[in-house]
């Protein structure tokens, strides 16, 4: 047999995973690796299966402490079960690390900056924004217990002619409020939000700003409009638990020369021109299927494109970050390649970019879409989708679906108090939890020096290998930026969890069984805390009764 083995190649072919098979009675880890060696080793792949199989059981497995068996399993898997001790140790292992069980060392301290959300403040965040600002949140939480150095980021587009339409929009509502004639300018601010807001300023500075210079009058009230709808934002995200490190200004980039400095190192590297009176980055001029873009108008104006560059260059070279993430939303899937394009005239690495898009949601309420508020005949805002279901129903569903796909938002569904709700579901697991430690408590019961060892039934460790999933899990989204996997694996353990629970009594009324009632608390502790842990990088609220 040994004299065979040799024919196996001494390199490793690529394409070999160790993964966990779909059905438990393959064991706990199957690898392709013989399926993968097959071709040069001239051999069948289920012979190579179980000569190394037979290898690995004769040799190594008897001095092994985690590995029980390893067989072959047709075409040519290797399949590799591991002992129960070992799984009925990492109880002890995950009530030890307790909050910070999950955490990973993928980042190595890398410096992330996550940009989210930043809508432009001129007017209050809708349903899609709640979208983006989940997905950026959630990922930003898992990215910094897998060891990255995150700072999360919201670029405030306080600068350019949005902002100047949305001054002169207050402006107009403002004196309309005060019975003046004052026309709203071209492609202006229309929402009711405007009107509210120019009535209020009315009715708190009177005809103050009537009385001066219309121009100062707009820069006046729309600086105060500007930060009353920042702290619009501020209020509506933090309903939702999202929070920031760093609001960014984008005039800041213009007062302290980033915008210069980017410019010019793009006229310096020949990649701008002069073209029908404006400012062009020339990306065709890279030798690829790259459009030129327009960056300064005509009327000497940046566009939002060049705002990006310096921003851009701003984040990577000023600032140093490692690495940026940006989450934007679909309408802005075409300023995916310009970007990249811009990095590369920059000298900056584009694969230090990455940009995830957030696709449209669909609001549904018994089957049919809901297009605009009940409250204005307008847009559904943030606010008005929290006051209906919830900050957690929004997390779960929108972290629930993977970024590129565009989501239907079960309204109904996300308010019902029954299994069929997964929010529900998974914080009652928890609950459930929490009060069965609680009356454990009441009887006088400890469980500090209860004995893992006794943890034997199947539903037991089929716990347990659910539960140790989540540093593996961590690390795979840390890789992928993947954080949809986040609540379905919650759902899963809730699930092994409810299983354990109609098949095993915690609590015995039995004097002979209080050693096993000691280790299965033990063991509803670690539950207790892998669950409170998954919420908790979800951004949603931890019950303890329900």
Not at 114 to 120: L, P, Q
Not at 191 to 208: I, N, R
Not at 372 to 379: F, I
Not at 454 to 465: C, D, I, S, T, Y
């Amino acid at each position: 047999m040994a004299q065979r083995l040799e024919m196996l190649p001494a390199t490793i072919p690529p394409g070999i995973v160790v993964e966990r098979p779909h059905d438990p009675e393959h064991g706990d880890f199957a690898s392709n690796l013989p399926l993968r060696l097959a071709r040069a080793a001239r051999m069948s792949p289920l012979e190579i299966a179980e000569k190394l199989a037979s290898l690995m059981q004769s040799a190594i497995i008897p001095q092994d402490e985690v590995i029980e068996r390893v067989w072959a399993a047709p075409p040519g898997f290797l399949n590799l079960a591991l002992k129960p001790q070992w799984f009925q140790a990492q109880v002890e292992a995950i009530n030890e690390a307790g909050a910070s069980y999950g955490n990973v060392d993928t980042g190595a301290g890398q410096r992330l900056n996550v940009e989210f959300v930043s809508v432009n403040p001129t007017g209050p965040l809708h349903v899609g924004h709640a979208r983006g600002a989940v997905l950026g949140s959630g990922l930003a939480s898992v990215l910094a217990a897998a060891g990255f150095d995150v700072t999360r980021e919201y670029y405030v587009n306080d600068a350019g002619t949005q902002m100047e339409i949305f001054y002169a929009s207050l402006y107009a509502r403002y004196a309309q409020a005060l019975g003046r004639e004052e026309a709203l300018p071209e492609g202006g601010y229309r929402g009711q939000y405007m009107t509210d807001m120019g009535q209020a300023m009315a009715a708190e500075f009177g005809d103050a700003y009537l009385e001066m210079p219309q121009e100062q009058a707009v820069a006046e009230l729309g600086a105060i409009g500007l930060e009353r709808m920042l702290g619009l934002i501020r209020q509506e995200l933090d309903r939702l638990g999202v929070s920031f490190d760093v609001w960014f200004s984008e005039r800041d980039l213009f007062a302290n020369n980033q915008y210069a400095t980017a410019m010019k190192l793009l006229e310096d590297q020949g990649f701008t021109a002069e073209r029908e009176g404006a400012v062009w980055f020339t990306s065709s001029a890279l030798g690829e299927d790259n459009e030129d873009n327009v960056i300064v108008r005509r009327t000497g104006q940046p566009t939002y494109f060049a705002s990006d560059v310096a921003y851009h260059y701003d984040k990577l070279v000023e600032r140093e970050f490692d690495g940026v993430i940006d989450v934007w939303g679909a309408d802005h899937q075409g300023h995916v390649p310009r970007m990249k394009a811009v990095l590369k005239a920059l000298d900056i690495d584009p694969e230090r970019l990455t940009i995830i898009i957030a696709q449209l949601v669909t609001l549904k309420r018994a089957g049919a879409t809901v297009r605009a508020s009940k409250r204005t005949g307008e847009m559904v805002t943030l606010e008005e989708l929290v006051d209906e279901v919830g900050p957690d129903a929004c997390r779960y569903f929108f972290l629930a679906r993977a970024a590129e796909s565009q989501m239907e938002f079960d309204l109904e569904l996300a308010v019902r108090e029954s299994a069929d709700n997964p929010v529900y579901y998974v914080q009652y697991a928890h609950a459930r939890i929490a009060g069965i430690l609680r009356l454990a408590r009441e009887r006088g019961i400890t469980w500090d020096d209860g004995d893992v060892s006794l943890l034997g039934h199947e539903a037991e460790l089929a716990l347990v290998k659910k539960m140790i999933m989540l540093p593996e899990l961590v690390d795979t989204i840390a890789r992928t930026l993947a954080p949809h996997h986040l609540p379905h694996y919650a759902t899963d353990l809730a699930t092994a969890f409810h299983v354990f629970y109609d098949n095993c009594r915690v609590i015995s009324k039995e004097p002979d069984d209080e050693a096993l009632t000691k280790s299965r608390l033990k063991l509803c502790q670690a539950a207790k805390n892998v669950l409170a842990r998954t919420l908790t990088l979800m951004g949603m609220s931890i019950p303890e009764s329900m």
